[in-house]
């Protein structure tokens, strides 16, 4: 049975805990669905706070799994409506993440699956390439997709991610119907264990 709960909430890179332990990140445009991934994959209602309305959550929040590594939730990008200063404060906040951590095994790069990747979608994904950090693609809202939306989304999103191959390092995955939750958590598992 998996472990998680709130270890911490970082407003400030000052305020970063000194873990020790591996951390996955969790990465992606505002409302994609990350808290509620988060929440579906560890069987939670309302650990990770979530809503319809974007830009939800705004800090980082460390959650520890199973006393082994930190699942971090990071604010998305991208929110067409927040002002200027928030926007700065979020994208410093990102950065400054990134580079102070130096225990992150994996990102998950969360994309919704019913449109094609932003120019911030490819600005993340190329980021993390060039840093060398291993990522999952997760194709989010699966639910709202049809066989044939499905295999367009999958096509569509390889095309402009090179890197990834559906079903390897990339799953569609839903909140709502449990689409990807075995795959994704055995991802996990494997990339914790080859760390
Ligand atoms: N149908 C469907 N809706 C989803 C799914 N995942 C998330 N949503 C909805 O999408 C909205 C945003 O979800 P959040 O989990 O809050 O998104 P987020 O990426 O954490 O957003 P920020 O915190 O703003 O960055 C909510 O209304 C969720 O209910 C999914 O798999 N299927
Ligand atoms: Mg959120």
């Known amino acids: 049975m998996e472990n998680i709960e709130l270890h911490k909430v970082v407003f400030s890179i000052k305020e970063l805990p000194a873990t020790g332990l591996p951390e996955i990140v969790l990465c992606g445009r505002s409302n994609v669905g990350k808290s509620s991934f988060i929440n579906s994959l560890f069987n939670k209602k309302n650990l990770a706070k979530t809503s319809s309305t974007p830009g939800k ?26 002002s200027k200063t928030d926007k700065e404060k979020w994208e410093r906040l990102i950065n400054d993440y990134f580079k102070a951590s130096k225990n992150i095994f994996l990102a998950v790069h969360l994309v919704d699956s019913r449109h094609t990747p932003t120019a911030l979608d490819v600005t993340m994904n190329n980021y993390l390439a060039s840093e060398k950090i291993k990522t999952l693609v997760v194709l989010t809202k699966a639910d709202k997709l049809n066989q044939a939306e499905k295999s367009k ?28 939750h075995k795959e994704v958590m055995n991802f996990f598992k494997k990339s914790l264990q080859q760390h």
């Open 57 to 82: 959550t705004r800090s980082i929040n460390y959650f520890l799994v199973n006393n082994a590594y930190f699942l971090v939730d990071l604010p998305g990008y991208g929110f067409a409506k927040a």
């Open 153 to 180: 989304a999958a096509k569509q999103t390889t095309a402009i991610f090179p890197q990834i191959e559906i079903n390897v390092n990339s799953f569609f995955y839903s909140s709502v119907s449990g689409t990807g």
